[in-house]
């Protein structure tokens, strides 16, 4: 059974507009309060305005960026390590680019391609800054200087560079693994070395470094064949 609508009186239809109450309200405020109004207003436009004219910066950088950083590919590719690096230099220049990070990466391999190993570990140093935790590049940066570091002779550095590297579940674990095993035996850590091994065949089966394990295990004494 329908129900009867409400009935509205007259008190009600004396009452006052919600929507029209509410505007006068917001007009008065607006009328006593003008300078605080447009300030406000100057302020967003301006907010809106520096927003805008940063992203078109980062843009120009990036593009800018990618012209530099593809030359600098190729003469990096093409093994001509000189002039890659004043390629990468140039290209570390637009710093809030994407390719500011790759730079210091390759500029890294092209120092140590050139066996100036200071000058390596500084870029290295710069790439593990600039690059995201737990991605390939990162790993690629922290092989990089650990690279350096172990041509330094600094393998307890360079070891914990290469553990670093090895938990990054990226293309290049083995390629860390491999460094760290064989930093550790160069200071006599046949332990680690052993342990790292093992590790590296497990995840290569057939790999020829069975037969490194076996030589090294001959000459790890009982009480250290324990992985550090």
């Known amino acids: 059974m329908a129900t009867a609508s409400k009935r509205i009186s007259r008190?009600?239809?004396?009452?006052?507009?919600?929507?029209?109450?509410?505007?006068?309200?917001?007009?008065?405020?607006?009328?006593?309060?003008?300078?605080?109004?447009?300030?406000?207003?100057?302020a967003?436009?301006?907010?809106?305005?520096?927003?805008f004219g940063w992203q078109q910066f980062k843009a120009s950088q990036n593009t800018a960026a990618a012209q530099e950083y593809s030359n600098a590919l190729n003469?990096?590719?093409?093994?001509?390590y000189r002039e890659a690096i004043g390629a990468f230099e140039k290209?570390?220049?637009?710093?809030?680019?994407?390719?500011?990070?790759?730079?210091?990466i390759y500029l890294a391999n092209s120092?140590?391609?050139?066996?100036?190993?200071?000058?390596?570990?500084?870029?290295?140093?710069?790439?593990?800054?600039?690059?995201k935790p737990n991605t390939l590049y990162r790993q690629?940066?922290?092989?990089?200087?650990?690279?350096?570091?172990?041509?330094?002779?600094?393998?307890k550095e360079a070891i914990e560079h290469y553990r670093e590297a090895e938990k990054i579940d990226t293309a290049l674990q083995s390629r860390a693994m491999l460094g760290k095993a064989h930093c550790a035996e160069q200071i006599g850590d046949t332990a680690t070395a052993v342990a790292t091994?093992?590790?590296?065949?497990?995840?290569?089966?057939?790999?020829?470094?069975?037969?490194?394990?076996?030589?090294?295990?001959?000459?790890?004494?009982?009480?250290?064949?324990?992985?550090?």
Request: charged share 20%; net charge positive; proline share 5%.
């Open 140 to 155: 690629i940066a922290l092989i990089a200087l650990a690279t350096a570091e172990e041509r330094k002779n600094q393998c």
């Open 44 to 51: 967003v436009v301006l907010i809106v305005a520096a927003n």
């Open 91 to 104: 290209v570390q220049t637009y710093r809030w680019s994407h390719y500011a990070p790759l730079a210091h």
């Open 75 to 80: 003469l990096y590719h093409a093994e001509k």
């Open 197 to 228: 091994l093992k590790e590296y065949v497990k995840e290569n089966p057939g790999s020829p470094f069975m037969i490194k394990v076996a030589e090294l295990e001959a000459n790890v004494p009982a009480a250290s064949k324990v992985a550090k």
């Open 11 to 42: 008190k009600d239809l004396k009452q006052p507009d919600w929507f029209q109450v509410n505007s006068e309200r917001a007009l008065e405020f607006l009328a006593g309060h003008k300078p605080l109004v447009a300030g406000a207003a100057v």
């Open 111 to 131: 120092y140590l391609a050139r066996n100036d190993i200071d000058k390596a570990m500084s870029a290295a140093q710069r790439s593990v800054a600039a690059t």
